[in-house]
Structure formats: structure tokens, C-alpha cells
């Protein structure tokens, strides 16, 4: 039984090794191919220029009008993501705490919320706009996209903050504290690091998806200066510039990928950074 259950735990590690081995292999395959494609078409000229005329058939200009408006479209939508998404964590383990199965309950729909593809959120955008009277446009880009990335939000920030030992809440309590004091007192200051981590995570997702704003956010080659103007993104200047016949354009495409991907990175690490700066702050029991 013994030798049988050593032979187990060896197959299951070797097959957690090659899951893992297989992983690695393919994000760094992807890496490689952007950057080899796009690194050689990258340059100054295209981070900081804004479409010209005929760029998309490999003329003059480049992405900083897609580079300011994603940035625009995905820090709005994550910060009503977070007015929205934050309260309702904390309501769930503060208030709730109590009625485990209407938790769980409202765990359930919120992961399949953030099952559901984002193109479905982006069909749901444009549909409320229709009924509204809206165009394509950045605001409309921002409702859709925190809708898509609240549940994402509010069930990374629930995870961290199921994580607070009830004595501490309990101690808090016995000292007089209200339930509001010690969800945005105690808390807060237990669990900001997560909480940070959840927010460029949300952060990430807005910025990389494409879908969702495909409908709503619309596409310009200027940078939008009020929330009523359409704005174009990252994601949909790769997809127009792959879409293109030309082969300096398609490298173009790719150096764009490079971009995101290095704001992707760049998110990864602070969000790592922030995680470990804040860790003092927790109360270890």
C-alpha cells in the first residue's frame, strides 16, 4: 500500500511538472514572437505620434492615441469598479457574515460572472446604449468594461479579506467599535495589500480586453479630450493594424503588443512591489 502510494505521488508530480513546463514554454513562446516581430518596428516616433494620414497602410505616425486611451478607459473603469466592488466585499464578510449560505450563494453568481466572455458585456454595453440614445464613446467604453471587471474585483478583494481572523474583528467590537469602523478601519489596514493587488489586477484585465469595448468605445485616430468622444485602445490597434494587408503595418501590430505587454508587466510588478511595501502593515496572530 505504502509502495503504491509513493508510485502516486511520483505521477502526480512529474504531471505537475509538465503542466508546468508546458505553461512556462508557451507564455515564453508568446513573449519571444512579439518581441522578435515587433521590437525591430518600435521606436520613438510611434509612441509619441498620433495616427497621420494613410498610417494604417504603412505610412507616418503611431499609437499614442491608442496608448493614452486605454489608459484613460481602463483607470476609469477601475475606479467605479472599486466605489463599487470594495463596500460590497466587505459588506459580504462584515455584515454577512452570519448567513454563510447567502454568501456563498452570492460567491456563485459572481463567479460566473466573471465566467461569462467579455463580448458578451460588450453586446450588453450596446445595447444599453441604444436604449439610452448614446454613441461610441469613452464613457460608454467605461460603463461596459467595470461592469465586466467588478466581479473580478469584488471576488479578489472577498478572497483577501475571508483571510481577517473573526477574533479580530471580535476584539475590535469589544472595544466598541461599529461594524463600519472596523470594515474601513480594520480591515482596510489588514488587508491592503490584497486590496492593492486586486485593483491592478482588475486594472490589467480592462487594459488587455478588446471585446468589451469593441461596441461602445468606438475608434479614433485622436486623443479624446471629454468623456463623450470615442477613444481608441490598444487592443483594437493591434487587431486594425493585423487586419491590414501591408507587412510594415502587420510589424507594427506586433510592436503595439510589445507595448502592452510591457504596461501588463509593469502592472505584474508593481502589483508584487505594493503586495510586499504594504505587508508590515498586517497584524500576524
Same mark, same amino acid.
Given at each position: 500500500m505504502a509502495?503504491?502510494?509513493?508510485?502516486?505521488?511520483?505521477?502526480?508530480i512529474a504531471l505537475m511538472r509538465l503542466s508546468t513546463g508546458i505553461i512556462v514554454f508557451a507564455l515564453l513562446l508568446i513573449v519571444f514572437s512579439i518581441i522578435y516581430k515587433g521590437l525591430p518596428s518600435l521606436s520613438w516616433e510611434m509612441l509619441t505620434q498620433t495616427p497621420k494620414g494613410g498610417f494604417y497602410f504603412g505610412k507616418e505616425g503611431g499609437i499614442l492615441n491608442a496608448i493614452i486611451g486605454?489608459? +484613460?478607459?481602463?483607470a476609469g473603469a477601475t475606479l467605479v469598479a472599486f466605489v463599487i466592488g470594495f463596500p460590497v466585499a466587505l459588506f459580504m464578510n462584515v455584515y454577512l457574515i452570519k448567513y454563510k449560505r447567502f454568501v456563498q450563494m452570492v460567491r456563485f453568481f459572481l463567479d460566473l460572472l466573471w465566467g461569462v466572455p467579455s463580448i458578451v458585456y460588450g453586446a450588453f454595453g450596446f445595447t444599453l446604449m441604444i436604449f439610452?440614445?448614446?454613441? /461610441?464613446?469613452?464613457?460608454a467604453g467605461i460603463v461596459t468594461v467595470s461592469?465586466?471587471?467588478?466581479?473580478?474585483?469584488v471576488r479578489a478583494m472577498d478572497e483577501v479579506i475571508k483571510t481577517v481572523p473573526i477574533g479580530l474583528l471580535e476584539a475590535s467590537y469589544s472595544l466598541g467599535a461599529t461594524r463600519s469602523e472596523a470594515a474601513y478601519k480594520i480591515v482596510l489596514r489588514q488587508c491592503f495589500p490584497g486590496i492593492i493587488t486586486a485593483i491592478l489586477l482588475?486594472?490589467?484585465?480592462?487594459?488587455?480586453?478588446?471585446?468589451?469595448v469593441l461596441f461602445t468605445t468606438g +475608434? /479614433?485616430?485622436?486623443?479624446? /479630450?471629454?468623456?463623450?468622444?470615442?477613444?481608441?485602445?490598444?487592443?483594437?490597434s493591434i487587431f486594425f493594424q493585423l487586419g491590414s494587408p501591408i507587412a510594415e503595418v502587420q510589424n507594427?501590430? +506586433?510592436?503595439?503588443?510589445?507595448v502592452l505587454t510591457i504596461i501588463i508587466l509593469i502592472i505584474s510588478i508593481l502589483s508584487r512591489y505594493f503586495s510586499k511595501? +504594504?505587508?508590515?502593515?498586517?497584524?500576524n496572530f
Open positions: 509502495k503504491f502510494k509513493n508510485i502516486e505521488e511520483k505521477i502526480f486605454s489608459l +484613460y478607459l481602463s439610452f440614445g448614446m454613441k /461610441t464613446s469613452l464613457l461592469l465586466f471587471i467588478i466581479p473580478i474585483m482588475s486594472f490589467g484585465r480592462a487594459i488587455g480586453d478588446a471585446a468589451a +475608434y /479614433t485616430d485622436h486623443i479624446p /479630450t471629454s468623456l463623450g468622444q470615442p477613444s481608441a485602445t490598444l487592443p483594437l507594427r501590430a +506586433y510592436a503595439s503588443a510589445v511595501r +504594504y505587508e508590515k502593515h498586517r497584524i
